[in-house]
């Protein structure tokens, strides 16, 4: 069949665009890094920006004078700006890393046993959490520890809001650890929106109950300014996720009215707080209704997870995608819509080529849309023994730290 010229134009011009984007990168893939063979420059469109030493990807805009990198410059959690109307290029307020122990006993239906928890400190014979906590700010530029811990722990079983000062006592001297280095400290009840199966102000503790508890520990932390503030941990399952955000009302106005009155509180959604389920599931206008004591919005944030495998379990070693398109782009949209922010307390991969590849260009994502976007936080150190498959504990060899290749490739800011 032969071509009418109108035809052969656009093969013409097909085959110049092709010519020029073959040995280029495309947007968000990689094009540079220490031992990278692949092509170091970008298609139309995009820059090659150094995330750190090992991975550089081409990023939508211009260059400019400075590489784009994962930094996280600030530790206050003084009020942010309403998002833009636009994406941007600067810094992620947040990064850093899950520091476990004290969640430990607790399964996905909110049944934990206070004997289960392990305090990631040495002096309850566990892993050196301070430590660990010294070296990825000092050595890595981390600004920010999440420290989950079960429900139960914290009331030593009892389905009450009343904390056992003993046990309070353990937790605290993690969270004053973290403090001590100048982070900030994500206290994160752990619970999955669940006691002991039973679905918080759902057939399970009463929205009073959860409130006293978040009363009790914010009371605690009242004058901490580093101090967040993780109101629950992946709530799943939740028939209900309007009452589910009655629930979390009552959390954040205890904490308010115990005079924690500026930190930031996280809001999670159904679905394990999914990024890419966030808003299709309803949880992004139910916790939308949820307002500070005064009906402001300021400083309450969005809680999103997201894991990089296949099942997105996070029980994989292998990552299979970015999550920019199915889950941070949209999610973006509706944030930068609505005048909302969101933090990923929770993600990462395996110690893996495919998880370094696409961790790292979900941070480049993020960070592009930092106005909508405080940061991350990766999956996890603390108690984690080095060959748990998404382990980022760190080796203490003679006080010199060496981190897992995920944390030095993708998630460590430095």
Known sequence: ??????????????SVWIASARGQAQEWQQCGGIGFSGATTCVSGSVCSEINDY???????VASSA?????????????????SSGSSSGSLRFAGVNISGFDFGCNSDGSCTASGAWPPLLQYYGHDGQGQMQHFVNDDGFNVFRLPVGWQFLTNDVMSGDIDEDNLAEYDALVQAC???GASCIVDVHNYARFNGEIIGQGGPSNDIFATLWSNLAAKYATSDNVIFGVMNEPHDIPDIVAWAASVQAAVTAIRQAGATTQLILLPGNNWTSAETFVSNGSADALSQVTNPDGSITNLIFD?????????????????TNNIDDAFSPLAD????NGRQAFNTETGG???ASCAQYLCEQIAFMQQNSDVYLGYVGWAAGNFDPTYVLGETPTDNGGVWTDTSLVSACLAPK
């Open 67 to 83: 590489p784009a990198t994962s930094t996280a410059t600030s530790t206050s959690t003084a009020p942010s700006s309403t998002p």
């Open 334 to 337: 509706y944030l930068r819509t």
């Open 1 to 14: 069949m032969a071509f009418n010229v109108k035809s052969l134009y656009a093969f013409t011009l097909l």
């Open 304 to 320: 999103v997870h997201k894991y990089l495998d296949s099942d997105n379990s996070g029980t994989n070693a292998e990552c299979v």
């Open 55 to 61: 991975y550089s990807q081409c990023v939508p805009g």
């Open 179 to 181: 403090l001590a280095t």
């Open 350 to 352: 395996g110690n893996t």
